[in-house]
T-cell receptor, first 117, second 118 residues
Framework: AQKITQTQPGMFVQEKEAVTLDCTYDTSDPSYGLFWYKQPSSGEMIFLIYQGSYDQQNATEGRYSLNFQKARKSANLVISASQLGDSAMYFCAMREDNAGNNRKLIWGLGTSLAVNP | GAVVSQHPSWVICKSGTSVKIECRSLDFQATTMFWYRQFPKQSLMLMATSNEGSKATYEQGVEKDKFLINHASLTLSTLTVTSAHPEDSSFYIC??????????????FGNGTRLTVT
C-alpha cells in the first residue's frame, strides 16, 4: 500500500499567489517525520520543511508552511507569494522513527509546479 | 550546513563499460548512505542503503552484481554500474546521514549524476 500520496501530478499558480500542494500519508508508527523537498530541473534535492508527528505547531520556513492535520494524516505544503523560481517538482516524504530503517525515507510521486508570470 | 558532493555530474559511456559514481560527505561523517535512481518526471526509487564498513542492503528488484556499492569510509561511498547498457541510463542521486543526527534533520543530498549509456 502506498504510504505517501500526492494526488496532484501537476499544478499551476500565478506569480505572487499562494498555492497548496497536497500530501497524505499512512503509518502505524506513532513517531514519524514528514519532509518536503524541491527538485528543480537541474536535479538537486532541496530540503524545504520538516514536521514531526509530536510537534504541536505547524512548521513554517519563510514562504513555506506545512498544514499538518494529524487526524486526517495530511501534511500539505503551502507556498505563499509564489515566485518564478518556485517552478519545480515537489516531493513529500516520510520517515518512520521506530522502523529501525536507518532513517530511510518513503517518497511520494511528486507534484510538478509551474508558476506563471 | 552539511554538504554532500557527488561526482561526476554527468557521464556518457559506451555499452558494456563500467561507470563509477562517487558520493562524499565533506563536513560530517556519513554513517549511512542511500543511493537512488530517478527516471524522468518520476519519484526517487531507493536502490540500496549502505552503512560504513558493512555490505549494502539492496531493495527488492535491484541487481547487486549490476550496481556495486562500496562504503569503505565515513566520508565516501561509491556506486559502480557494471557492464552498463542503455537501459541503465538514468539520474542517480545519493544522500547521507551521520551518526547522532537529530531525527528532525533532513537527509543531505548530492547533486546527482546523469548517466547516458550509448
Amino acid at each position: 500500500a502506498q504510504k505517501i500520496t500526492q494526488t496532484q501530478p501537476g499544478m499551476f499558480v500565478q506569480e505572487k499567489e499562494a498555492v497548496t500542494l497536497d500530501c497524505t500519508y499512512d503509518t502505524s508508527d506513532p513517531s514519524y517525520g514528514l519532509f518536503w523537498y524541491k527538485q528543480p530541473s537541474s536535479g538537486e534535492m532541496i530540503f524545504l520543511i520538516y514536521q514531526g508527528s509530536y510537534d504541536q505547531q505547524n512548521a513554517t520556513e519563510g514562504r513555506y508552511s506545512l498544514n499538518f492535520q494529524k487526524a486526517r494524516k495530511s501534511a500539505n505544503l503551502v507556498i505563499s507569494a509564489s515566485q518564478l523560481g518556485d517552478s519545480a517538482m515537489y516531493f513529500c516524504a516520510m520517515r518512520e522513527d521506530n522502523a529501525g530503517n536507518n532513517r530511510k525515507l518513503i517518497w511520494g510521486l511528486g507534484t510538478s509546479l509551474a508558476v506563471n508570470p | 550546513g552539511a554538504v554532500v558532493s557527488q561526482h561526476p555530474s554527468w557521464v556518457i559511456c559506451k555499452s558494456g563499460t563500467s561507470v563509477k559514481i562517487e558520493c562524499r560527505s565533506l563536513d560530517f561523517q556519513a554513517t549511512t548512505m542511500f543511493w537512488y535512481r530517478q527516471f524522468p518526471k518520476q519519484s526517487l526509487m531507493l536502490m540500496a542503503t549502505s552503512n560504513e564498513g558493512s555490505k549494502a542492503t539492496y531493495e527488492q528488484g535491484v541487481e547487486k552484481d549490476k550496481f556495486l556499492i562500496n562504503h569503505a569510509s565515513l566520508t565516501l561511498s561509491t556506486l559502480t554500474v557494471t557492464s552498463a547498457h542503455p537501459e541503465d541510463s538514468s539520474f542517480y542521486i545519493c544522500s547521507a546521514s551521520g551518526s547522532g543526527t537529530p531525527k528532525y534533520s533532513p537527509l543531505h543530498f548530492g547533486n546527482g549524476t546523469r548517466l547516458t549509456v550509448t
